[in-house]
């Protein structure tokens, strides 16, 4: 059974800062995976798609890696700002019209 | 284009009552998703449609949900009667062909008192 992990759930950082967010997976089995994003009262945003045969997706001050094999991703956001602050989701499909969810991270980015 | 509508954005009703949240996908999309989080949990799927038809409603958490998708367009989900741990937001989805690439609508917020 598939499950997502994302590690931390929150994360607090002065603004300009780079930090990364992480995710995992239990089972390498996978189309494509997703980072979301997701602001309080507002639905959810597609940030970054990484199909399995992929190894990282950038847009902007975002870059997203995938490792298949070892059941990973890593969200970089460069240059942080307080716009940033959100809570940021990554997300699984491994077939089945399934998609598996992270709990989130919550980013808070201090002015 | 317009995105996945959702409403309403935020529903306040009390145990026992009747809540129905309506889902209007982008045009043309024949997959539609229902998904639900509920306070500090993940995102967790509920059902999918192809057009009108139920192709997986294994996410339901029990016979008080109902979902429907007449003419396979737009979709309601009911809850009835509501309990108190159906509080949480419903996202509704959409997707075009296999790819499950999934436009996400706003979310509908439910609280149950």
């Known amino acids: 059974k598939q499950e997502v992990t994302q590690i931390p759930a929150a994360l607090s950082v002065p603004e300009g800062e780079n930090l990364v967010l992480n995710c995992s997976f239990t089972?390498?089995?996978?189309?494509?995976l997703q980072w979301f994003r997701q602001d309080p009262g507002k639905g959810l945003t597609s940030l970054l798609l990484?199909?399995?045969?992929?190894r990282e997706q950038t847009s902007g001050r975002l870059n997203a890696s995938l490792d298949k094999s070892s059941g990973r991703s890593t969200l970089y956001i460069a240059a942080s700002q307080p716009g940033d602050s959100a809570t940021y989701l990554c997300?699984?499909?491994?077939?089945?019209?399934?998609?598996?969810f992270g709990a989130g991270t919550r980013l808070f980015v201090k002015a | 284009e317009a995105g996945v509508t959702q409403f309403p954005s935020h529903s306040v009703i009390e145990k026992g009552q009747t809540v129905t949240l309506r889902c209007d996908p982008i045009?043309?999309?024949?997959?539609l998703y229902w998904y639900r989080r509920v306070m500090g949990k993940e995102i967790k799927f509920l059902l999918h449609?192809?057009?009108?038809?139920?192709?997986?409603e294994s996410g339901m958490p029990n016979n008080r949900f109902l979902a429907e998708r007449t003419g396979g367009t737009y979709s309601t989900l009911k809850v009835q009667p509501a309990e108190l741990e159906d509080s949480g937001v419903y996202f509704c989805?959409?997707?075009?062909?296999?790819?499950?690439?999934?436009?996400f609508g706003a979310g509908s917020r439910l609280t149950v008192l």
């Open positions: 990484i199909q399995s045969s992929q």
């Open positions: 989805a959409s997707s075009q062909g296999g790819a499950n690439v999934l436009t």
């Open positions: 997300a699984v499909y491994a077939g089945g019209f399934k998609t598996i």
């Open positions: 045009s043309g999309h024949d997959n």
């Open positions: 089972d390498s089995a996978i189309y494509n």
């Open positions: 449609f192809v057009k009108e038809s139920k192709q997986d």
